[in-house]
């Protein structure tokens, strides 16, 4: 059985800059999303031993710090490739049609996204979803890696509101940074997501 592994980025570290310095890039990805799949492996490894010893007294605990790690790890491999240098405007295409259909206008869309990312009780993400049983774009915040979301949602852009993606280079001020991320945005990589997830039957 495979073991989960830390995705190469896509781009060198300093790419983004000046929106997200190298340094933090190389620690957010090197570090901490190195440390969610370091922590989905140890987990799976800890489960199995539960199996075998027929042991679950813990059980409770051990999937709650899977699903925290594994949905550390998947978030963190979207948002890689969300960015991108040659980054920003607006989408086009399906995509585009179906922000305007669902939110109104792409300025509303990017407010509420953006909002909802800034305002982010502690540690979370700001995301653009695909709810397939009504099939439409939702915008949800998730706490931490794994929650206040539809059970039923895809997530296609994710903004990281975590300290550690913008701390020491925005300080507090995280609207900031937000902004900055709307500038690097690859449209390319979340309408070819849209596409993926909405050709699938709903």
């Known amino acids: 059985m495979a073991d989960y592994t830390l995705p190469d980025m896509p781009y ?43 042991d679950f007294g813990n059980l409770v605990g051990l ?46 869309f990017q407010k509420q996204l953006t909002t909802a990312t800034a305002s982010v009780q502690g540690s979370g993400w700001g995301v653009l979803a695909w709810e397939p049983l009504s099939r439409r774009l939702v915008v949800e915040q998730i706490y931490d890696h794994h929650g206040n979301v539809g059970m039923n949602t895809t997530p296609i852009l994710v903004f990281d509101a975590w300290e550690h993606a913008y701390y020491l280079q925005y300080r507090n001020v995280r609207p900031d940074y937000v902004e900055k991320l709307w500038g ?19």
């Open 63 to 108: 999937e709650k710090t899977f699903a925290f790690n594994l949905s550390g790890h998947v978030l963190h491999s979207i948002f890689w490739e969300n960015l991108s240098p040659d980054g920003g405007d607006r989408p086009d295409g399906a995509l585009r049609a179906a922000i305007d259909e669902h939110f109104g206008t792409f300025e509303a």
């Open 12 to 54: 060198d570290y300093g790419a983004l800059e000046p929106a997200i310095t190298g340094e933090i890039l190389e620690l957010h990805h090197a570090r901490h999303h190195a440390a969610y799949v370091k922590g989905a492996n140890d987990t799976l490894e800890r489960l199995a031993e539960a199996r075998e010893g027929g």
């Open 184 to 202: 690097i945005v690859n449209w390319a990589d979340v309408a070819r997501r849209f596409a993926d997830v909405t050709s699938q039957a709903g």
